[in-house]
């Protein structure tokens, strides 16, 4: 029944120790974690993706990190059906679990479930992945703000698979992306308890651009070069990726590269703080506060 299960959910901006947090958390409560990070998938990508260290895996049993390759055709529908039937096995041997992640959408699919959009012409889909490989993304930009300019102010508008998807439903359907969002949802079965991890502005950016820096002497470049052949799928759609991809195409300098990354995780992690400000559910606290003062407060909520 509601409100016998509880989830768990640790958010917020990349970089910011969401990950150490969530272990201190599923050894205190004996839980288990469900990573609903969109990127920490994909076992080619594990530099790339900040993914958690052997260490740290080790301390805690983790779900849903390196499980699926960049071959695979992965979305957020999926996870939201693998997570749930995962969180229905753990709920067998104990009430509470954790989940962690900065993918808001990812999130909030497993929270609250996905909006119903109508089936569209699959062909739409292939002519406007034609035109961002013949016209850039700024092309599609442009279209979405024409057609449905609430869409193109929300969503991750840098992310050519979240443009194209808004895109296709306006053409296919008629209607703008925004108008079958925030529907009704499924009901869930347990109760989210939110935790949200914050900092100052510039020590978020700080401790991204180290995080850039880590990266780099753990071998960024060689996993980005493994990977250069395959530069057009999907999941390599992202931060780190696609500014390499394009040092090594010769088109930017290598130190020009890396500052696009640490531009544009910059920007990721401003969008991913307005994604979850909005939550009002969600209890905030600061980096570096004790974890203890935050399994106080999980307490008084079970």
């Not at 594990?46 to 260290?53: H, I, N, Q």
């Not at 569209?120 to 993304?137: A, T, Y």
């Not at 949200?196 to 700080?206: F, K, M, V």
Request: charged share 25%.
């Amino acid at each position: 029944m509601q409100g016998e299960k509880y989830l768990i959910t640790i958010v917020g901006a990349t970089a910011i120790g969401k990950t150490a947090l969530s272990i201190k958390l599923a050894q205190h409560f004996n839980a288990e974690i469900i990573s609903c990070d969109s990127r920490q998938f994909y076992k080619e990508m594990r530099v790339g993706t900040a993914v958690p260290s052997t260490e740290e895996l080790a301390q805690a049993t983790h779900h849903f990190i390196q499980n699926r390759s960049i071959f695979d055709d992965y979305n957020v529908g999926q996870f939201e059906r693998d997570a749930l039937l995962k969180l229905e096995e753990l709920y067998k041997n104990n009430h509470i679990a954790i989940m962690v992640g900065g993918s808001g959408l990812y999130v909030d699919a497993v929270i609250k479930g996905l909006d119903n959009f109508p089936e569209v012409n699959p062909h739409i889909r292939e002519q406007l992945n034609q035109e961002l490989i013949e016209n850039g993304l700024n092309s599609l930009q442009n279209q979405l703000k024409a057609l449905d300019k609430k869409s193109f102010e929300t969503i991750a508008i840098d992310n050519p698979q979240r443009v194209i998807r808004a895109l296709e439903i306006c053409i296919g359907t008629g209607k703008p992306y925004s108008y079958y969002k925030n529907k009704p949802k499924a009901t869930r079965h347990f109760t989210p308890i939110f935790i949200g991890i914050d900092a100052e502005r510039d020590i978020i950016y700080n401790r991204i651009n180290q995080r850039v820096e880590i990266m780099l002497e753990n071998g960024l470049v060689d996993e980005v070069q493994k990977l250069h052949q395959h530069k057009h799928l999907n999941a390599l759609q992202t931060v780190g990726f696609r500014e390499l991809f394009r040092f090594l195409d010769d088109e930017i300098t290598f130190d020009f590269a890396i500052s696009e990354i640490k531009k544009n995780t910059r920007r990721f992690a401003k969008r991913q703080n307005t994604w979850f400000k909005k939550n009002k559910a969600i209890k905030w606290f600061d980096f570096e506060e004790d974890s203890t003062e935050i399994i106080k407060f999980v307490d008084s909520k079970l």
